[in-house]
């Protein structure tokens, strides 16, 4: 078991419907795809040709913030707004959709690690969105 | 003149059709809502009765976060993702709308000065989505 | 191989005398301290007496932000400041240990996990300081 | 009165023999010294020669996060850890210098203001490790 999941199960009061298991996905994609794109900024920062990626530079900041943020939303499960969580899950999905579109232009192969963990937290984000009703 | 309006004015390419008002005073919200809000979560639990309070902790917590990304995605101009931004700007504001409505449950004056920043994020949250178009 | 070292494999410049495994390793804990950290802070809201763990809310909070932060450093390569790291790596140290002294204090099973992770994270924390030279 | 002292006015517990005026200033640099290390790593990527000025991106990218957390943390008074703290101040000026060294190397007016918020930054920061004792 994850840590995540290991979290989720001493949760010491009452979760309501969640689907534990999307919740855990997504949490999990959420942190790891907020590191890959973080390093991602960085080793496009440090190719021959930096002025060929700023996009991708701005895309891979933006949803390392994103999915920082729907991270920590996620891992917090007192007084939760169904509103403000289905929003964030959005705007991952969006930053993480639009970061991939941007990596998959490009034949480093720290962007093809990165468009694939982008990929995956935008489908869990769209998963949890879906199983949240 | 702030400082996110000086950035503003010496950011070397063109911004587009943007609102510079409506650009920089979101971003100094958000900026601003989020020390308020992490510094209200922490006020909180320095009351006598943090268990009255747990809900307006969390939604404090939430809301900094997203204030927090908010500011950080719309200081970058480069490569700008309109469905990125209007999504996180939807988030922002659910956040801000969740934590005013708590904190206005409360007496306590950090609760006061809170939810007011949070209502003023908010505005200026959804002003901005308007004016993007 | 964790994506962590999968992104550090595909850096594109020379990362110089670095110790490859300690530097993913702490990596890899200060993501995970910061997600166990903040759903800690959140189980402990949703105890039957939040009030007798203030103080463990807050060393969650600080940890959770000091992780997030200091992972991001260490998942940057270009342009190194071995000052700004060093002084992150030991501020991100005593917040661990801060929060693992304090999670240590209280029987609840997040509190239980949660010390564990912060005290690896601490741990490799240390060691990177000491590889560092 | 700012909104960072108006917060630590209505803080509801003994705050100890801080130095407000230091603390409160110190809270303000750090998130101003976020917002605009942010839009100058924005603007950097949107010259003419990114190539130029990768290492000024990554000094920008740190200082964001450091001062992020540390203006965090400042705002925070419930079970205060020196130790964490005095540290953190260390990290954040220590990114503060290594950024406005950077910046003061080119002559881009973004990097000029930069220069300045980080130079305000970690003289507020010293100041407050002064007083903390």
Redesign the interface.
């Known amino acids: 078991m994850t840590?995540?999941a290991?979290?989720?199960d001493?949760?010491?009061?009452d979760l309501g419907r969640v689907n534990r298991a999307a919740l855990v996905h997504c949490?999990e994609e959420c942190?790891?795809c907020?590191?890959?794109c973080?390093?991602?900024?960085?080793?496009c920062?440090?190719?021959?040709?930096?002025?060929g990626l700023?996009?991708c530079?701005?895309?891979n900041?933006?949803c390392?913030?994103?999915c920082?943020?729907t991270?920590?939303?996620l891992?917090?499960?007192?007084?939760f707004?169904i509103?403000?969580v289905r929003?964030?899950l959005?705007?991952c999905a969006?930053?993480c959709k639009?970061c991939a579109d941007?990596c998959e232009r490009h034949e480093?192969?720290?962007c093809r690690?990165?468009a694939q963990?982008c990929r995956r937290c935008e489908r869990a984000c769209r998963e949890l969105i879906t199983v949240l009703g």
Chains 1, 2, 3, 4 share one sequence.
């Not at 891992?75 to 007084?79: E, L, N, V």
């Open positions: 840590q995540a290991e979290m989720l001493t949760f010491p009061a949490i942190f790891s907020s590191q890959v973080t390093a991602c900024a960085d080793a920062l440090s190719e021959r040709d930096p002025a700023v996009r530079i701005r895309g900041l933006d390392a913030d994103l920082d943020t991270g920590r939303l891992s917090r499960h007192t007084g707004d509103d403000t929003h964030t959005e705007a969006a930053a639009s941007e480093h192969e720290h690690v990165c963990a």
